[in-house]
């Protein structure tokens, strides 16, 4: 392995399988929270934090500039977006709405700014915060306009259930933008 490729006696792929290794037990450890009694809860929950720090601590190690190109899907924004959507599922939503802030704040092409905006208006909308998921989903439309991906449309159909839920002024217009973007087929 070339000398650039190790910092600390540690490969930084290997830093990119750890913080991978760290991003996967982050998910598995917020799922069951909320499916069994108190202690389970807490104990869930710590060790989703505990991997949430060990995540960031290992992307902080990648240096992008000195990766090799076969670590190129790692983008940036990746790791606020996995820890915005463990605290989600922890019911942590403000600090999940501050990572999914940050996570749109940083440039990406444009498919994965569709998947931040959503996990943004998802968390806005669990924070009470309807009329900012509603600009937050126009966002999303925005973005998304000459796209064609299942996943993406995945992605519209799941705000507009969660919006549609909320049957407020302010996102019946967004709702009806949404079903003409579905109806569009690929």
Same mark, same amino acid.
């Given at each position: 392995?070339?000398?650039?490729?190790?910092?600390?006696?540690?490969?930084?792929?290997?830093?990119?399988?750890?913080?991978?290794?760290?991003?996967?037990?982050?998910?598995?450890?917020?799922?069951?929270?909320?499916?069994?009694?108190?202690?389970?809860?807490?104990?869930?929950?710590?060790?989703?934090?505990?991997?949430?720090?060990?995540?960031?601590?290992?992307?902080?190690?990648?240096?992008?500039?000195?990766?090799?190109?076969?670590?190129?899907?790692?983008?940036?924004?990746?790791?606020?977006?996995?820890?915005?959507?463990?605290?989600?599922?922890?019911?942590?939503?403000?600090?999940?709405?501050?990572?999914?802030?940050?996570?749109?704040?940083?440039?990406?092409? $444009?498919?994965?700014? &569709?998947?931040? #905006?959503? =996990?943004? +208006?998802?968390? /806005?909308?669990?924070?009470?915060?309807?009329? %900012? *998921? $509603?600009?937050?989903? &126009?966002?999303? #439309?925005? =973005?998304? +306009?000459?796209? /064609?991906?299942?996943?993406?449309?995945?992605? %519209? *159909?799941?705000?507009?259930?969660?919006?549609?839920?909320?049957?407020? +002024?302010?996102?019946?217009?967004?709702?009806?933008?949404?079903?003409?973007?579905?109806?569009?087929?690929?």
């Amino acid at each position: 392995m070339p000398p650039w490729a190790v910092r600390g006696g540690i490969p930084d792929v290997e830093h990119l399988r750890i913080a991978r290794r760290h991003y996967e037990q982050m998910y598995r450890n917020a799922g069951g929270v909320g499916t069994r009694g108190r202690v389970l809860r807490f104990l869930t929950e710590a060790a989703a934090h505990r991997a949430m720090r060990l995540a960031e601590t290992a992307a902080g190690l990648i240096r992008a500039d000195e990766e090799p190109d076969e670590t190129g899907y790692v983008q940036p924004g990746l790791l606020e977006t996995a820890l915005a959507d463990t605290l989600m599922r922890l019911g942590d939503t403000g600090p999940a709405q501050q990572y999914a802030a940050e996570a749109v704040a940083v440039q990406t092409h $444009a498919r994965g700014r &569709v998947h931040r #905006l959503a =996990t943004l +208006a998802d968390c /806005e909308l669990r924070g009470g915060e309807i009329d %900012l *998921a $509603a600009g937050t989903a &126009v966002a999303m #439309l925005d =973005t998304v +306009a000459g796209m /064609e991906s299942h996943r993406l449309y995945d992605r %519209l *159909a799941g705000v507009r259930r969660n919006l549609a839920a909320t049957r407020t +002024a302010s996102t019946r217009e967004v709702v009806d933008r949404i079903d003409e973007t579905l109806r569009i087929p690929l």
